[in-house]
């Protein structure tokens, strides 16, 4: 096994499948079928799980996969240190965020780290669900979840709220619930799995739990601006981080409702996710402790999400 080995594995992996795979290293994919078949052969175990779709690492595929991106990782932060020394600092960011989370409260912080560091590429997918970092070639992932995946390095950037909400007018002019157990039959906004009912947990003042089994809502959508403007119209209760509404809560445009009880539906972690044993280059390690950071300061002054730049 030699590096163009690794590497041939890797471009493989990073790909997803081996047609995309040959369009990158401008080969023929029957020539990269090949050449992961004597790599395959060389170690005596399958490396890749072939669908008509995709291509999946097995357990020796991901361990022979880390070690090729390690090494690449390495011979990029060697070529970045000769090419930055003495300039500023420059590289590629991917980052992947969820939407509302997103536009919400990352959006300054993204916004400022591209005005710190100019020479940096940055590329920021909008996305709610929990992604492959190896498939989908993202460097770090901010994701909403109860327990971050095992594999990956998680950070906890925070905790989120969910609040169950209507407009002032909805308020002045409807019956509201007064027990969790009353959202199955109201008209709902929220954001569900279609065609999967929702479960929401409640816990009272002394920490019980009542769960209730949601259907489907009146308004279902995984954007939260659309949802956020579907409560602002009366259209009924919605369930809605505390990042998405705390603006309109402190006008009154939005008022809460089961004020005294504590809601989960998605988690309420925010987590930073990345690769673990992978050496980051400074761009990416840089943007890691930078989010940390904002993190920390939104934590600390107890503000909506925007830190000086």
């Known amino acids: 096994m030699d ?17 995309e795979a040959a369009r990158r290293l401008k080969m023929t994919r029957a020539n990269v079928s090949y050449h992961l078949s004597q790599l ?64 919400f409260v990352m ?87 279609i065609g999967r009912p929702t479960r929401l947990s409640a816990y009272d003042a002394d920490g019980r739990r009542n769960q209730v089994t949601l259907e489907a809502p009146a308004l279902g959508s995984r954007d939260y601006p659309f949802l956020r403007q579907g409560v602002l119209e009366g259209l009924g209760i919605g369930l809605l981080p505390d990042y998405v509404i705390d603006d309109d809560l402190a006008r009154g445009d939005i008022v809460r409702v089961l004020r005294d009880w504590h809601l989960s539906i998605y988690g309420r972690g925010m987590f930073m996710l990345y690769m673990p044993n992978r050496h980051h280059p400074r761009a990416i390690a840089t943007m890691i402790e930078y989010l940390q950071e904002c993190a920390r300061d939104v934590r600390g002054m107890g503000v909506d999400g925007k830190p000086g730049a």
């Open 3 to 19: 590096l163009k080995s690794l590497t041939l594995l890797v471009e493989i992996l990073d790909a997803g499948n081996l047609s």
């Open 40 to 103: 395959e052969r060389s170690v005596g175990m399958q490396l890749v799980r072939r669908t008509t779709r995709r291509v999946e690492p097995t357990e020796l595929g991901l361990t022979l996969y880390r070690h090729g991106r390690s090494i690449q990782d390495e011979l990029s932060a060697a070529r970045e240190s000769v090419q930055t020394l003495g300039n500023t600092l420059q590289g590629r960011v991917r980052l992947s965020v969820p939407s509302g989370y997103g536009h």
């Open 107 to 193: 959006a300054p912080w993204l916004m400022a780290f591209k005005r710190r560091y100019p020479g940096i590429r940055l590329d920021v997918l909008f996305n709610n669900s929990v992604d492959d970092l190896v498939r989908d070639e993202v460097d770090i992932a901010v994701r909403i979840m109860s327990e971050p995946p095992p594999m990956l390095v998680a950070r906890e950037l925070g905790t989120i709220r969910y609040y169950a909400c209507v407009s002032r007018q909805y308020a002045a002019t409807q019956a509201l619930p007064a027990h969790p157990d009353d959202l199955r039959e109201a008209p709902m906004l929220y954001a569900a799995v």
